[in-house]
């Protein structure tokens, strides 16, 4: 039976092993050819099927990954972070349309989630029903009406006109109710006889208790939104008021070792802020009832 046990443990081992290794490998790849001189990544990756130096005078058909760089070299990030103003700019870009959105959905939410799980008034599920419909419906969908909301309301090429959809989306109100919905009701109800408010109780009770679901939810829409193109796309104008997202998605256009190190610094916030959090982020998801 231990043999068993042991053999079996060995063959997930080496099968979750083998999964990691294949999700980490571009990760892996990105930051070691960021450290690649141009030279380098210019003999390893094109431009391919046509005639180059690197395959001396044949068509080359195939990129060579390498691991390891010849020659370690630090001078894609000084071009992305001394010569290209351009990138820092529309990192803070992301700064201050990413932070905005967060701090006020987590808000919203968690007062919606509240009322939607632990207040008692007529039509409370066929509410929430209508915030899960729509969150099935894609961002495609509703592009028209607050395309011309937000020229109603003068916001085109206003970072408010990316900024206020996201914090009212329904996907945190969503996540945090689950997550209320395991906190006792008793917990309310001795506060209630001690002569406690809601706002008290939102405060002294409900906020303490929901922290680990609020950091998972700060997680999910800092990936979200730091990620986000077609939003950006639509409603901004000016290339200078743009998130980094949508330049990197065009940065390829350009010298591709800068590419790789634009890259890393681009996954860099999402990859720090997730092990900060990670056991909130985990205790968060269980909790919620979030799969997949």
Known sequence: MRRTNFLQ???????????????????????????????????????????????GGEAGRFANLKLLPDQVSLKQYGEILVNSPK???????????????????????????????????????????????????????????????ANRLGLLNSVSAVILPGIFAAFGVFMLRQFMLHIPYSYIEAAKIDGAGHIRIFMTIIVPMVKPGAAALIVLLFVDYWNMVEQPLIFLDDPFRQPLSVYLSKINEGEQGVAFAASMLYMTPMALLFLYAESYFIKGIQLSGIKG
Do not use: C, H
């Open 9 to 55: 443990k060995g063959a997930l081992t080496i099968v979750v092993t083998i999964i990691a290794a294949v999700l980490l490998f571009p990760i892996v790849i990105t930051f070691t050819n960021s450290l690649m001189t141009g030279r380098e990544i210019e003999i390893n990756y094109g431009p391919i099927g046509t005639m180059n130096e690197a395959s």
């Open 87 to 149: 990138y820092l700019t529309m990192f803070w870009n992301s700064v201050w349309m990413v932070v905005p959105i967060i701090a006020g959905q987590a808000f919203v939410a968690a007062l919606a989630a509240y009322a939607l799980s632990k207040l008692q008034f007529r039509g409370r599920d066929q509410l929430f029903l209508v915030y899960v419909l729509t969150m099935l419906m894609p961002f495609q969908v509703t592009l028209v009406p607050n395309y011309i909301m």
